[in-house]
């Protein structure tokens, strides 16, 4: 069996990717259009729905209960490298699920404690 994480990992790093990307595209647009123009409104919408998938690509890494040791370091080095929370705290909700995804893993799957 596959461990999970692994996947979950690699979809927010390629959603991560696509913001920064959304972001470069915004600040392009804005420097071609006025700061109100058509231009930079468009690529700020962009570079939100980019941010949103982004976000929501690191909620799933925070729920994935890596299977395996390889796993579950993986799990920590991504969120605790730059693609994790680059810089910014993680909020109330984001350390609940750290520490719920960290108890599951030492208990395992299967056991109730």
Sequence with gaps: MADPIFAAIAEHQQRRAEHEAAFDAAGEAELADRADGPLTAQAGALRDAASEREVEALEQVLL???????GMLAWLDHISGPAGFDGIAPR???VAAIFG???AFVIGPGSEA
Excluded: E, I, Q
């Design 64 to 70: 994935t209960v890596p299977l395996t040791a390889a």
């Design 92 to 94: 109330d909700a984001d």
């Design 101 to 103: 995804t960290m108890r």
